[in-house]
C-alpha cells in the first residue's frame, strides 16, 4: 500500500475502503491510536480520525461514535498532562482523551473547526493532572442538555498556546493537506489485500492482550473470595491508585464446565443492569487464558461473614436486609431474569450497612411464560420444583428468599443436612420446624411459612411479585421507597479502616498466597482451540 501525501494520517487510513465507508468518503486530516478515558478512569485504546467534518472514534475498526466538527463547544487541556476534553454543545456530551499528540491533534481540529464554522473555537487550560471534574456526561445531557462542565475562566489565547509546539502552522495548511490527498481507486484490490493482512494481524493479538486494558495494569493486593471456575482478589490499578475487585475465571475451567454462556449472562446483567442492590461491572477485559472482571470493592464483606458472627439477626435486621434483597429480586424478575443462586455468599455488605447482589454466573434469562429446567445451585437453598425437575420459576427464588429470611433469623436454613440426597428429600417432603427457644414474632413465622410453600403456583410473591411481600404484616414498618433511595440509616455500620481493609472476608481468603499458576499444554491446546467462543468477553 502506497503512503498517502498527509502526513498526519499516521495509520495511512486515506488508503482504506472500509475506513472511507465509515467516514462517508470525508477526507481524513489526522488518524492515530489514542487513549479514551472512560468515567472511571480507565484509559481505553481507540482510533480516532479527525475529517474535513468530524472526529471519528474507532474500535476495531467500528464506529463507536461521531463528534461533528460543528457541534463543538471548547476544548479544554490539562497544563500539567496529557489529557484534553472536547466539549460537545447541547446536542452532544464530552469526550476525554489521552494523547502524545495531543498538540497536533488539537490543532487540527481547531483549524478544521475554523475552516468549517468561520469563527474561532474556545480554548481552556487548567492545571489539573487529572480533567475529570470537567467532563459533562452522557447522562448529565440527557437530563439536561445545557448543562456543561467545561471551565468559565482560564480562557487562553490558542495562537500562543500552539507557540509551544512544532506541529501544523496554519488553516492554509489545512487547506494544502485538503488539495494534496489524492485518492486513486485503481488501488482498491492492492488495498483490499492489505486490509486482510491488518485484519489478520490484528486478530491474532486479541487473544493475547486487550487493547483497552491488561492485568498488568492492576496490583493484586489479597484475595477475597473463591468461585467454582476462579477466585476474587482485592487489586489496585495502577494508572489512578483506584481500588477495586477483580474477579479472576480460567478459561479452561469454563470450557469443561460448559460455563461460558453463564458468565456472558453474568456480564450482560452486570453491565447493562442498574440498580442499588445490585453489583455493577466496571470493566471486563481478558488475556489468553482469563477472564477478568472489575467490580466496585464493598469493603462490608459477605453477609455471611456478619450472620457467622453474631450467628443470628433480630428482626429489625432482617427486615432491613430483607426488603433490599426483595427489591433485587423483583428488578431482576422485572427484567425476565430469575437469580437462581441467593445465598448469604452472594450479598455483600457496603461501608454505609447497605446490601448488594454479587455473582450471577447462575443467572437465567426468560421470559415469564418459559420453564427452565436445570438442577443447579446451592443444595441448601433449592426449591422442590428445582429438584423434582419439575422447572425453574420466579418464585423458586422467592423459595429461596424464605430460606434466607429463616437463616438469618435462626442462624442455620429450615431444611440442612449434610448428606445433600437426604437434604434434598427434606426439602421435598418434610416440614420445616421454627426453634423452640427462639422468640420470633408471629408475622416473622408467617411470612417465612408462606414463602416456603412447596407449591409454587401458592407461594407467597408468585402473583404480584414483591408487592406481596411489602403488603406483608412483617414488612409493614419498612418504607420500601426510602430503602430504594438509602434515607433509611443501617442497624449495622462496618468499622472500616481505609479502602483496603478486608477484615469482613473470610480470613483463610484473605490469609492465602497468590501464586501464578502455570497452564499445562494440553489445557492451553483446550484454551486455543475455543478461544472464538470468548470474543464477547471484551469490554
Excluded at 494520517?9 to 487513549?35: A, C, M, Q, R, V
Excluded at 493532572?129 to 467545561?150: A, G
Excluded at 427462639?438 to 414483591?466: C, M, Q, V
Amino acid at each position: 500500500m502506497e503512503k498517502n501525501n498527509n502526513e498526519y494520517d499516521y495509520l495511512n487510513y486515506s488508503n482504506l475502503s472500509e475506513i472511507k465507508n465509515i467516514i462517508n468518503n470525508e477526507i481524513i486530516l489526522f488518524s492515530d491510536k489514542i487513549n479514551k478515558i472512560n468515567r472511571f478512569g480507565f484509559n481505553q485504546e481507540r482510533i480516532i480520525i479527525i475529517t474535513n467534518c468530524g472526529i471519528y472514534n474507532i474500535k476495531k475498526k467500528e464506529l463507536k461514535r461521531k463528534i461533528p466538527l460543528n457541534v463543538i463547544l471548547g476544548i479544554t487541556i490539562s497544563k500539567t498532562s496529557e489529557e484534553f476534553i472536547i466539549h460537545g454543545n447541547e446536542y452532544e456530551y464530552d469526550y476525554h482523551y489521552n494523547s502524545p499528540k495531543r498538540f497536533e491533534i488539537i490543532r487540527i481540529i481547531n483549524n478544521s473547526f475554523f475552516e468549517l464554522n468561520h469563527k474561532k473555537l474556545k480554548f481552556f487550560e487548567s492545571k489539573e493532572k487529572s480533567l475529570k471534574n470537567f467532563v459533562t456526561s452522557k447522562k448529565e445531557k440527557k437530563l439536561n442538555p445545557n448543562f456543561t462542565r467545561m471551565p468559565k475562566d482560564n480562557l487562553i489565547d490558542i495562537d500562543q498556546y500552539f507557540n509551544r509546539t512544532t506541529t501544523i502552522n496554519s488553516v492554509s495548511e489545512i487547506n494544502d493537506i485538503l488539495n494534496s490527498i489524492i485518492i486513486d481507486d485503481n488501488n482498491s484490490n492492492e488495498n483490499v489485500n492489505n486490509e486482510k493482512e491488518i485484519n489478520n494481524n490484528k486478530d491474532e493479538n486479541i487473544m493475547t492482550k486487550s487493547d483497552e486494558i491488561v492485568i498488568e495494569d492492576f496490583n493484586i493486593i489479597k484475595i477475597i473470595g473463591h468461585g467454582e471456575c476462579g477466585i476474587v482478589c482485592l487489586v489496585e490499578y495502577k494508572k489512578n491508585n483506584e481500588i477495586y475487585a477483580m474477579k479472576s475465571l480460567k478459561k479452561e475451567v469454563l470450557i469443561e464446565h460448559n460455563q461460558i454462556k453463564n458468565e456472558l449472562i453474568e456480564k450482560e446483567i452486570l453491565q447493562k443492569l442498574k440498580y442499588p442492590f445490585l453489583c455493577e461491572l466496571l470493566f471486563c477485559f481478558q488475556n489468553i487464558d482469563h477472564i477478568y472482571f472489575i467490580m466496585p470493592f464493598l469493603n462490608g464483606g459477605e453477609l455471611f461473614q456478619h450472620l457467622k458472627k453474631f450467628q443470628k439477626f433480630d428482626e429489625e435486621k432482617v427486615r432491613f436486609y430483607g426488603a433490599q434483597i426483595a427489591l433485587a429480586l423483583d428488578f431482576l424478575h422485572k427484567n425476565d431474569i430469575i437469580y437462581h443462586d441467593l445465598k448469604p455468599e452472594n450479598i455483600l455488605m457496603d461501608e454505609n450497612g447497605y446490601l448488594k447482589l454479587i455473582n450471577f454466573g447462575m443467572a437465567s434469562k426468560i421470559k415469564s411464560n418459559e420453564i427452565n429446567k436445570c438442577l443447579t445451585g446451592t443444595p441448601e437453598y433449592l426449591a422442590p420444583e428445582i429438584i423434582t425437575g419439575e422447572g425453574i420459576y420466579k418464585s423458586s427464588d422467592w423459595w429461596s428468599f424464605g430460606v434466607l429470611l429463616y437463616e438469618m433469623l435462626c442462624g442455620l436454613p429450615p431444611f440442612y443436612e449434610e448428606n445433600i440426597e437426604k437434604m434434598y428429600e427434606m426439602i421435598k417432603n418434610e416440614t420445616f420446624k421454627f426453634p423452640n427457644d427462639y422468640n420470633l414474632s408471629d408475622d416473622a413465622k408467617d411470612i417465612i411459612t408462606k414463602l416456603l410453600n412447596k407449591n409454587p403456583n401458592e407461594r407467597l410473591g408468585n402473583k404480584n411479585e414483591i408487592e406481596e411481600i411489602k403488603n406483608h404484616p412483617f414488612f409493614s414498618i419498612i418504607d420500601f421507597e426510602l430503602i430504594e433511595k438509602k434515607k433509611i440509616p443501617a442497624p449495622f455500620i462496618p468499622n472500616i479502616n481505609d479502602n483496603k481493609d478486608v477484615k469482613y472476608f473470610e480470613e483463610d481468603y484473605i490469609n492465602e498466597d497468590i501464586e501464578k499458576s502455570n497452564i499445562p499444554e494440553n489445557k492451553m491446546d483446550l484454551i486455543n482451540n475455543n478461544q472464538d467462543k470468548f470474543k464477547d468477553f471484551d469490554n
